[in-house]
């Protein structure tokens, strides 16, 4: 299943996750996606529900796993 939420950060514009595949693609303001691999859900549901989605990402996300730029 395919879940997409849009956030207002000034760094991130959409947030995509597919549960089957563990996918988090995250589409930066700037147009750059990319998609990290083997996320948990929970963190998924942390990121959207965070009070700053950016600090999150930077402190559980970034660099905590694998990811590729998506063109």
Same mark, same amino acid.
């Given at each position: 299943? =395919?879940t997409t939420?849009?956030?207002i950060s000034t ?5 995509s /996750?597919?549960? =089957? ?12 996606? /990319?998609r /990290?691999?083997n ?7 942390e990121?959207?529900d ?6 999150y990402?930077n ?5 905590? /796993?694998r990811?590729?730029?998506?063109d």
């Amino acid at each position: 299943m =395919l879940t997409t939420t849009e956030t207002i950060s000034t760094a991130i514009g959409t947030i995509s /996750y597919f549960s =089957l595949a563990k996918w988090l693609d995250i589409t930066f303001n700037r147009g750059v996606r /990319y998609r /990290y691999h083997n996320v948990p859900n929970i963190r998924f549901r942390e990121l959207i529900d965070a009070e700053s989605v950016g600090k999150y990402y930077n402190q559980h996300i970034r660099n905590e /796993y694998r990811c590729e730029k998506c063109d």
